[in-house]
């Protein structure tokens, strides 16, 4: 079995002595493969300098996951050294700003995209990505092999494979929402088709929810006026199935991780700041799709509004960088850094500290955070699911109250016991951190309960077998 994305389960850092030091990466995809007890070869690009030193100091190409070493069947990656103007080209040009900004609505739209000379060549480089992955898992799968495709990076990897090797399991899953017909529609029209057809060339096609498969089954009727009965999509003569599993988190897995004691020590020291205030908290990459000026701005209208609660609360934003090599998330992270100055020279006081923005990613922290939240704000513009919002009930000793964007995936199962908002309605996310701080003990506790239970509902190790069994 083959599972392929552009970025892996672990990534290699040289280290001041030349040497090499390999680290695991995070998210569901990699914790469900560790609970995996088969063999499984991961073909990913190669991100770091350390990665491409590691594949050249292979022998075959093949890298040993040490993360997976206590596990029966230990993990093979395979790293794809791509050239790194190609790379560059389709990574950060077609895949995170172009194809990213389609799946979440993010384009300025009377300024971009503008699709031109320069872009029909960024687009031929993520032709080129694309088929190198399809050529290294056409060479590495078995005979009837299965191959399991990622996301926006990859959409042309299933058609391209399928023409090197007819006869394997192809399943390709969308972490990203889905654009409808309309918006997808901005993308060149042999762009939109090729796209579709890439992915179509799967047997199985997954997204986190229903509204995300709907809407790509809406642009393979618009867009390839393919035959679309329920969930299959028939064109060229192969059909495809489109199918939903809501990634959850693994609740134990996420418990016992807490106990460790660089969660409990940063908890202490967390509490110490905290100092018996009222705690909201928002955890985000630095992500245009996050959300996170508006956020903020809510924040300072429940202040401005509320003066009662000055002094009383305190906000916690972790915002840890992402995609820097793209401008607008330069700009972004800046804006980010300006309102939260605003808010503190407005409101800040000696002994006071209104919001408090921290920029590096400390994972522990997180989780320190997630025990000690009162409110957890999500309010993306766009969120294929957006898991710390599931994270967040499950660790929670104070019986958070979720503030939550009704334009994220988890939405579909969180969505009764949240306060749900519309992520552009800076006034009515005011109003719900108010009611999400107001809400009554009794009530919390319940929420936070079922929450949690739904979070827990499909953990990474069954989201991906059930996947597997289906294909
Ligand atoms: C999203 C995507 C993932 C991606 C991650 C981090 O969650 O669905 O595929 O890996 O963002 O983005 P990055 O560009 O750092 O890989």
């Excluded at 992402?322 to 300006?338: C, K, M, N």
């Amino acid at each position: 079995m083959l599972v392929a994305s552009n970025r892996g389960p672990l990534s290699y850092a040289v280290d001041e002595h030349g040497g090499l030091t390999a680290r695991r990466g995070g998210g569901g995809m990699i914790s469900a493969l560790e609970a995996h007890e088969e063999p499984v070869t991961w073909v990913c690009a190669a991100l770091t300098d350390g990665d491409r030193a590691a594949v050249r100091a292979s022998r075959d190409g093949l890298l040993r996951n040490p993360a997976s070493e206590t596990h029966p069947a230990a993990q093979t990656v395979r790293m794809l050294e791509i050239d790194r103007v190609i790379f560059d080209r389709a990574y950060n040009a077609v895949a995170n700003r172009t194809l990213w900004f389609i799946a979440h609505l993010l384009f300025d739209t009377p300024h971009t995209p503008s699709f031109g000379h320069s872009w029909n060549g960024d687009w031929a480089a993520y032709e080129h990505y694309c088929a190198t992955f399809a050529a290294a898992l056409a060479a590495d799968a078995a005979p009837d092999g299965k191959v399991m495709i990622q996301d926006y990076h990859l959409v042309l990897a299933p058609r391209l494979l399928r023409e090197l090797r007819p006869e394997l399991r192809i399943s390709h899953f969308t972490h990203t929402p889905w654009a409808s017909p309309d918006y997808f529609r901005l993308l060149p029209d042999p762009v939109a088709v090729a796209v579709l057809r890439g992915m179509l060339g799967a047997d199985r096609l997954g997204f986190h929810c229903r509204r995300w498969a709907d809407a790509f089954l809406s642009c393979c009727d618009a867009v390839l006026s393919a035959d679309v009965t329920g969930d299959e999509v028939t064109f060229e003569g192969r059909t495809t199935t489109v199918a939903v599993h809501a990634l959850g988190v693994d609740g134990q897995g996420l418990r016992k991780r807490a106990q460790a004691v660089d969660v409990t020590s940063r908890r202490d020291i967390l509490r110490e700041q905290v100092d018996g205030r009222r705690l909201l908290l928002r955890i985000d990459r630095t992500e245009l799709s996050k959300n996170i000026v508006r956020g903020l701005d809510a924040y300072r209208e429940l202040l401005r509004s509320h003066p009662e609660l000055r002094g009383e609360v305190t906000h916690l934003v972790f915002a840890y960088p992402s995609r820097h090599d793209l401008p607008e998330y330069r700009e972004y992270t800046a804006a980010v850094q300006r309102m939260a100055y605003d808010i503190s020279q407005e409101f800040g006081r000696p002994g006071w500290e209104p919001v408090r923005l921290e920029v590096s990613d400390d994972f522990p922290r997180s989780l320190a955070a997630y025990e000690l939240a009162d409110v957890l704000v999500v309010n993306p513009v766009r969120d294929g699911m957006n898991l710390v919002a599931k994270e967040g009930p499950v660790l929670s000793r104070n019986d958070l109250s979720l503030v939550l964007s009704r334009e994220a995936g988890a939405v579909a199962e969180l969505g009764a016991d949240s306060f749900v908002v519309n992520p552009y309605d800076v006034t009515q996310t005011s109003e719900a951190l108010w009611e999400a701080l107001e809400q009554p003990a009794a009530e919390r506790n319940a929420r936070c309960r079922r929450l949690a239970d739904a979070a827990t509902a499909l953990p990474p190790a069954q989201w991906f077998s059930e996947q597997l069994a289906a294909l």
